[in-house]
């Protein structure tokens, strides 16, 4: 299991690697200004960790008191997933269509633009930090692993 220290570096490095990315790609693909994209990206990156810890702890103890369990079956993790991303989608939409004086559909093709983008860095930055950081259980199953091939 990972360490509360290495949880931190995980978080901090997505939020701002992804943001380094995130940027300049939606600027250039919306024709928008950096700094905008940048004040829509520092928001939405606020406002998911603050959704990641509630919409967690909620669906937990929903989980918890209508199953007994919080063990999520795959059809449990597509519905926690699909929230997740509904109420990311509806705290931002009203942001994003003020703050660039756009219209909902706009906000919404951005927005939805977001969550595919960070749907895809998520698989990827989680796939190089485990590989960057292992945890020294993963090498010992490997090396189990490679005995038995």
Known sequence: MRTVADRIRHAISFEII?????IPLAAWVFKKPMFDIGVLGLVSSLVATGWNYVYNLG?????????????KT??????????????????LLPFFAWYLQ????????????????????????????????PLPEWQNQGAAADTTE
């Open 102 to 133: 756009i219209s909902l559909w706009d906000a919404f093709v951005m927005d939805v633009s977001f969550s595919l983008f960070y749907l895809c860095y998520a698989y990827v930055f989680n796939w190089a930090y485990d590989a960057l950081f």
């Open 59 to 71: 669906f937990d103890h929903l989980m918890q008191r209508l199953r007994g369990t919080t063990r």
């Open 74 to 91: 795959p059809a449990l993790r597509l519905v926690h997933a699909l929230f997740f991303e509904a109420g990311i989608l509806a705290a």
């Open 18 to 22: 992804g943001l380094m990315i995130v």
